[in-house]
């Protein structure tokens, strides 16, 4: 029997990765570069399953490594992602539904890193939507921005997902680097004042740390 889940149905999800977080500590990083400073501790973060099953993701019809279409002029970017398992599935939407939970309370993972801390910035301040459905084996996802600058954000993130999570279960790349160069370009220009503040707060208040 097929079974659809949306996030707007994943309220008790959402809900309890926000407990997660609020009650999550602070420890050194660990060697894989996601300890409880970067961010994804705590239920409902399944980051070390899915990096050890990486691999059993794949776009929706194929073999391929999981990659997300984008409509630049929608300012959308959507995703079918196909587990080999049912759990395998359920692991990544719950991931999903925790880290949604995570930016809408301001929690940043991974404070180093300015790729992310835009996309938390955008997620925090409404510049995106995100919209997960789980059915039986697939996962959808849609994201659809307000802006250009927030469309970058997120379609950078979502290669870096692809190329490097999905296609090699890297999690260590620091996207600081591709952050800054979104930043200085004129579709950031009304939002640049203010994601540099909001980055220059986060990195001076949390550091390596939530």
């Known amino acids: 029997m097929k079974t659809t889940t949306s996030i707007k149905t994943l309220a008790f999800t959402i809900i309890t990765g926000t407990l997660f977080v609020a009650c999550g500590g602070s420890s050194n990083s660990n060697s894989n570069g996601y300890g409880n400073d970067n961010g994804y501790s705590g239920s409902g973060s399944n980051i070390p399953y899915l990096r050890t099953n990486h691999a059993n993701y794949s776009e929706h019809g194929s073999n391929s490594t999981p990659a997300p279409t984008k409509d630049a002029n929608a300012k959308s970017i959507n995703w079918t992602i196909s ?24 929690q940043n993972p991974r404070a180093f890193d300015k790729l992310f801390l835009m996309e938390a910035y955008m997620k925090f301040n409404n510049y995106y939507s995100t919209n997960v459905e789980q059915s039986s084996t697939n996962v959808i996802v849609s994201k659809n921005a307000n802006t250009s600058c927030a469309y970058d954000v997120i379609s950078a993130h979502s290669d870096a997902v692809s190329g490097d999570f999905f296609a090699q279960g890297d999690i260590n790349n620091d996207y600081s680097a591709i952050a800054e160069g979104i930043l200085a370009s004129a579709s950031c220009n009304a939002e640049r004042a203010s994601i540099e503040m909001y980055i220059s707060q986060r990195q001076q208040t949390r550091g390596n740390n939530n």
Not at 87 to 105: D, I, N, R, S
């Open 83 to 106: 587990a080999t398992t049912v759990e395998g599935a359920t692991k990544l939407a719950e991931h999903l539904a925790f880290m949604e939970a995570k930016l809408q309370a301001d």
